[in-house]
Structures are given as C-alpha cells and as structure tokens.
C-alpha cells in the first residue's frame, strides 16, 4: 500500500532522529564525527521532480505528473553565484529528467560559457520525447559529460526498474552519443553509466562489474563509454515504500549499518558539493533535499543567501540513510568510493 506524504515525512523525521543517536555514534566510535564540508567545488542543481519515468527505485519520487520544477527566476539565482564564485568548477544538473525542465539549455549554455565542467544526469529516454530530440547533439556540442542512468545491461532488469521498453530506448540513445563521439578516446565528450541493485542489496564491486558491462555492451550493440558508478538504493521516497511493502526494510537498514567503512567517510560527496533544491533551498546532498533536510542551521539556507565561505566550512546534517552512502565500497554520485 502506497504511504501518504504525510507518513513519508513521518517516516523521514523518524529516520533523521535516529541517525542522530546512530550514524553521528558511528562517526565517533571511529574518531570521524561531527561530519563536516571540506570544500565547495561543485554546484549540483535539481532542476525539478518532473520526469518521463516512474522507476520503482527513484529517490525523488519523479515522474510525469510533478509540477516542482525550476523557474527561469531561480536558474538566475543559481547562475549569478556561479558567476562570483568561480570556485565552483563543477555543475552537477539532476532531476527529475533535467532535461525536461525548460530552461535546462540555458543553464548549460551560460555555465559552459564560463568554461565550467557540465553534467547532465540523464534517463536516457528523455532523448525520445517529442522535442527533446536534439538534445544529443546540443550536449555533445557544449561538451557536457553525460551520466547516464543503465542499472543493468540486461533487458530484462531494467524494464523491470525502469519500465517497459526503457531499455530498447536507452540502448538507441547511447548508440546516439557513441555516434557523436560520446565514449570515444580523443573527444573530450565523456559518457558515464550508473548502475544499481535491483533489490536491496549492496552494488558488486565496481571495477569486475564495469568490465562486464564493457563486453556486453560492446557485444550486443558495439556501445562504447567511459566509466560505470555503482551506486547503493538510498532508504528513501519509493524503495523505501518498497522495503516496507516488502517487509525488508529492517534488514536492509541492518545490512548498511553492519557494511559501514570508515574509508569511504573522507570521499563523501556532502564534502565537497552543495545541493539546490528547485525551489532554490541549499541541502548538503540530493537525499538531504528529498527528505527536506536543509542545511545546518548556522549556513546560509537559499541560493539567494549563498555565501560559500560559511557553506564550505558548515556541520553536515546526517540521518539514517548516510549509512546508504558508507555501507561497502561506499557510494556518491561518482559511484563506488572507497
Ligand atoms: S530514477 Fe531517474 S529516470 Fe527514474 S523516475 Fe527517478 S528521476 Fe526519473
Ligand atoms: S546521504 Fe550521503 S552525501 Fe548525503 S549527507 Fe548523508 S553521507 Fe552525506
């Protein structure tokens, strides 16, 4: 049964509250805590919860029917820091599908015309929705490195994740790239894949499962591409409906804690980025801004109030679910850590 927000957000506080008794403890036991930003060299910007897919993994809650989403207002704000703070080599652009937002090409464009590093962290499939079809070529043209969404290289499990069909038109669209240079030694035009568990448990070690995904693709559809991030399912939004649907949520919860590894603390990505909400809220991570944690209270709350000294040095607000991000080889936005 599908929990209300309401209960969501219940379940969100419940989680916080006992992260703070349980992953701060951890922290400490191992000499770590309090858990603080070293830097700010990356900009990560969801652009809004709107979506082509519904995959019964997101961690947003995307999909086609959301209205949360971005105004050319708040872009500004977003891209006036950008400009002051040159610091802020990278920009990190998630969603929702974030090219669904429809200022999404001007921010690429007015960020990569300040020569910073781009990415889009895409489905894929967004490639094949009715006007997005120039989207390729707009990407490769802006040397925007492209992450992409592939949980598997089977048919099979990422229809089931993604939805029916989504692998047909995932494979078409990295085909795409790989035509414009995507993947390619020599470009410059970078295309990353991201895989994750189908279930609850922790993603396989990175390097063996990269080199699977190389044979097979390359195999099946002569697919090229850089590099593959595993990345752990977050207790968060739709799976953890899921585990709790499923009855697994304990022993997922348990799995992580007991899998914690205090070498992945120092390449959390909390250290080193900042996360925008749509509406222009800072949070330190994209799972923080999905269970409304905003930055620490003594930090600067708004796109608008951004100050990055204060922001760089700032207490990271931890729950339950930073063990998703400590459990194993670890897990970021740039896969495996540790
Ligand atoms: S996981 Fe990605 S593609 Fe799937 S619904 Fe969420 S935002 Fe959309
Ligand atoms: S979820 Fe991960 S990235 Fe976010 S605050 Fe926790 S440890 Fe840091």
């Known amino acids: 049964m599908k929990r209300s927000p309401a209960i969501r957000a219940e379940v969100a506080a419940d989680m916080s509250l006992l992260a703070l008794a349980s992953f701060d403890k951890t922290l400490a036991e191992h000499g770590r805590a309090p858990l603080r930003a070293l830097r700010i060299d990356t900009l990560q910007v969801n652009v809004g919860k709107l979506c082509n897919q519904t995959c019964t993994h997101c961690h947003v809650d995307a999909g086609p029917a959301r209205t949360e989403i971005m105004t050319r207002e708040t872009m500004d704000a977003v891209l006036d820091v950008l400009r002051r703070y040159p610091e802020l080599r990278t920009v990190d652009i998630t969603g929702g599908a974030p090219e669904m937002n429809p200022h999404f090409e001007h921010l690429v464009e ?7 590093h781009v ?4 489905n894929l499939t967004v490639f094949s929705v009715r006007d997005k079809h120039h989207l390729p070529k707009f990407l490769a043209d802006h040397h925007v490195e492209v992450v992409a969404s592939l949980p598997c290289y089977l048919a099979e499990n990422v229809d089931q994740q993604r939805g029916k069909g989504v692998y047909g038109r995932s494979i078409e669209a990295l085909q795409q790239l790989n035509a414009l240079g995507y993947g390619e030694e020599g470009t410059g035009l970078v295309l990353n894949l991201v895989h994750n568990p189908l279930g609850p448990k ?37 799976f953890l409906d899921d585990l709790h649907r499923s009855g697994q949520y304990e022993a997922y919860i348990e799995k992580l804690m007991t899998s914690f590894n205090p070498g992945s603390v ?8 900042i996360s925008v909400n749509w509406d222009g809220r800072l949070s330190d991570c994209d799972f923080n801004q999905m269970l409304d944690l905003p930055v620490d209270g003594a930090a600067p709350q708004t796109i608008r109030e951004f100050d990055l000294a204060l922001l760089a040095r700032r207490r990271v607000v931890t729950g339950m679910h930073c063990y998703g991000c400590t459990a194993g080889t670890g897990s970021s936005c740039g896969g495996a850590i540790a």
Request: aromatic share 8%; proline share 7%.
């Open 110 to 116: 007015q960020s990569r015309a300040w020569d910073r």
């Open 266 to 273: 120092d390449g959390l990505m909390c250290r080193n980025l």
């Open 202 to 238: 922790l993603p396989p070690p990175q390097a063996g499962l990269e080199a699977d995904y190389r044979d097979e693709l390359a195999k099946r559809f002569g697919i090229r591409f850089n590099h593959l991030y595993t990345i752990t399912n977050m207790p968060i939004s739709r």
């Open 119 to 122: 990415m889009d962290r895409s």
